[in-house]
């Protein structure tokens, strides 16, 4: 599933409102960091983001602002695209770097596993499978992140969460490190992974790196860098946003003529046998987004799923 490149537009209009921003993030700054600085520099107090990322982690963020925050969990729910470190011989609480590392095998055992054990390991990641989140999380049980109890050495029966793997390719090998491709759905845990296959191979094994690649059909090839957050001025920012059609590539667009138009901006439900069948975003005459709306049903009615303000 290799990435895709799209070209962004740097045309900004006059009565900008927001857009959907590509970060490229360094290791080193938490997620809230990249907000904090597209915050300061935009003075927009409006920002969402739709994944976090470890600070240890690279890669894609896609940051909403102002009313693009409203695509916030459409976003999120988009399949992501990963390549992940694994060092094998040691496992940790975290399931990462990060945490108390132990060693489990000696460099010697590692490097003795042939590609042949850890390609058939990978196969067990393949398709839905029940994954259990780590310790060391932001999932809430009982009303209070897991890290939380953790940190306190509380013992938890996290439950499994079932996730969708579409790709776990081994891209190559450098001592007692693998590297990995992994495609996947929402929620998937990389960590996870890193230690489920330690375990699989009797040899431990942790996240050590990790850059997401993709986010549904964005690219981090699109991305600005962090430090391009404060480099650039606040208009060559705005101009590097995407325009939520842009972010939503794959959503159908249908043109509204100007009586539908007046309906949806008065919030009435649409009847026309013409609509999509499938969620789809509502454009008016002149080409400016309203909505993005449910698929149509048997009868043609369709609703707003989300609505934008006319500008």
Request: net charge positive; charged share 25%.
């Amino acid at each position: 599933m290799a990435p895709t490149t799209r070209v962004i537009s740097k045309t900004m209009s006059q009565d900008w409102t927001g857009g959907v921003l590509l970060v490229d993030k360094s290791g080193g700054p938490s997620s809230f960091d990249v907000i904090r600085k597209i915050r300061k520099n935009l003075r927009i107090k409006k920002v969402g983001h739709t994944g976090t990322l470890d600070p240890m982690a690279t890669g894609l963020m896609v940051v909403c602002l102002g009313h693009a925050t409203r695509v916030v969990p459409y976003l999120t729910a988009e399949d992501k695209v990963y390549t992940a470190t694994i060092k094998l011989g040691v496992r940790s609480d975290t399931y990462d770097a990060e945490g108390t590392v132990e060693r489990i095998a000696t460099d010697a055992v590692v490097c003795a596993l042939s590609d042949a054990q850890i390609l058939k390991a990978l196969t067990q990641f393949d398709g839905w499978i029940e994954q259990v989140p780590p310790m060391f999380s932001a999932i809430k049980i009982d009303g209070e992140r897991l890290y939380a109890k953790a940190r306190r050495g509380e013992h938890v029966d996290v439950p499994s969460r079932r996730v969708r793997i579409d790709q776990c390719r081994m891209l190559g090998r450098d001592g007692t490190e693998i590297s990995l491709s992994i495609a996947c759905s929402k929620g998937t845990y990389i960590r996870s992974i890193a230690h489920d296959l330690g375990k699989i191979l009797g040899t431990g094994g942790m996240l050590v790196g990790l850059r997401r690649q993709q986010v549904g059909n964005l690219s981090v090839n699109q991305a600005i860098t962090y430090d391009q957050i404060e480099a650039v001025s606040q208009e060559v920012l705005r101009g590097h946003c995407l325009s939520i059609g842009d972010a939503l590539p794959e959503w159908p667009r249908v043109t509204m003529n100007w009586e539908q138009t007046k309906q949806l901006r008065f919030g009435q439900i649409l009847i026309s046998k013409g609509f999509p069948a499938e969620d789809f975003l509502a454009y008016d005459p002149d080409s400016k987004l309203l909505a993005m709306m449910q698929g149509r049903d048997e009868s043609g009615q369709t609703k707003i799923l989300r609505g934008f303000p006319s500008v």
